[in-house]
Structure formats: structure tokens, C-alpha cells
């Protein structure tokens, strides 16, 4: 909740304090951008009475666009998180999490210079051991989660808003939820994201800057 509120407050207020007078980046074709940076996750365990927690989780992200038209571009999004899924067999609660490789591949639609928004379908692969954080079960009984699978996939849904821009250079904040569409039975296994880029431009074509008017 805190994630979603943060993320919606900041395109508020970046309405009313954007300058109008600032350059921003204008999607042209043949551009390539890349950002780097932090990738903030919590699971999604909504409506779902347990003991089992869902703290904010650090990792990284590393998003690549292609602009292929005036307001289109190519996404592609590579980022490592720690994930906790949460599985209720008849009332009783198990939660593991595992390290995750997370690699998206869609489609960004930009609304303003400055503002955009993305749809992906994403693959997210076990690269760690899996960890109990919560169980109700007994020791030995066989009851796995998600984090237990090689892969997962799903779809990645994503606004994403430039905060500040420098010449080549640019700081973006872009707020994501990601839906499993191969959870176990009776599994919470969706999260939110918030990723926290430094922006660069690496392939420039013409007037790829403009004023805001």
C-alpha cells in the first residue's frame, strides 16, 4: 500500500511542479535509453488473514527502451529480487522466499514527455536456495510454494515518471505490479514494485529533446 501511495502522490505532484521551462526527453525513433538503479518489491498478500509478513525487499533493476515511434517504445527490464509467496492449504499458512531473476519484455505507451505507461509479460527464474519465512504446518510435511519452481511467468504492468533530466542524463521513478499467471493453488503470488533509476541515453537520434510546453 505504502508503494502504491508513494508512487501516485509523486505523479501528482509532478503535475504541478514540473517546470515548464526544463528540456524532457521526447520519444524519437531510433532512441535507446537505459536506466540503473534500486528496485524496491512487497508481495501481495491482500485479504489474506496469517501470521506471515510482507516487508519492503531491496534489489536491483536494469530497464533498456527503443523508441520505435512518436509516442511507442520497446521495453526490456532485468531485475534481481528477493520474493515471498504465500500458499493457504485449509486455513493453514506457508510462506518461502527465494532469490529471483526477473526479465521483462513489452510494449510503453507515453502520454506526456514525461509520463508513461507499460504492459510486459515477464519469465522470473530461481537463482537461490528457499527460505521458510512463516509455516503452520508441521516439520517434514510436503508443502511447497512457488519459490520452489524454476520459473515463473506472468505479466509486468508499469507507469513510470521522469522526476528530473540533465542532458543526457535523467532520473526516473516507475511504479510496478507484477501478476503471476502460473501460481500454485490457493497461492498469493503477485508483488509491487518501485524502481528508483539513473537514466542515460545511449543512442541518439535528432530533436530528441524539446521544451515542455
Known sequence: MLLRLLFLMTIMLSFQLHPANTLAYEVTEGNITAAVGPFFTRSDFTNVKSGAL??????????????????????????????????????????????????????RHWLTSFLSGGISLFSAYSVGDVFVEYSDFPPGQSISTSASDVTEYGLDFSAQLEVYEHENFGL??????????????????DHYGAFFGLRYLVQDRPHSRKQNL
Do not use: C, M
Not at 77 to 90: A, Q, R, S, V
Not at 172 to 189: D, Q, V
Open 54 to 107: 510482507s516487508p519492503y525487499k531491496r534489489g536491483w533493476g536494469l530497464l533498456a527502451s527503443a523508441d520505435v515511434g512518436r509516442a511507442s517504445s520497446l521495453d526490456f527490464g532485468l531485475f534481481y529480487l528477493n520474493k515471498t509467496y504465500l500458499k493457504d492449504e485449509n486455513a493453514q499458512f506457508l510462506a518461502e522466499r527465494t532469490e529471483l531473476i526477473h526479465i521483462a519484455l513489452g510494449y
Open 172 to 189: 526516473i521513478l516507475e511504479g510496478r505490479f507484477s501478476r503471476s499467471l502460473t501460481p500454485k493453488e490457493n497461492e498469493k503470488a
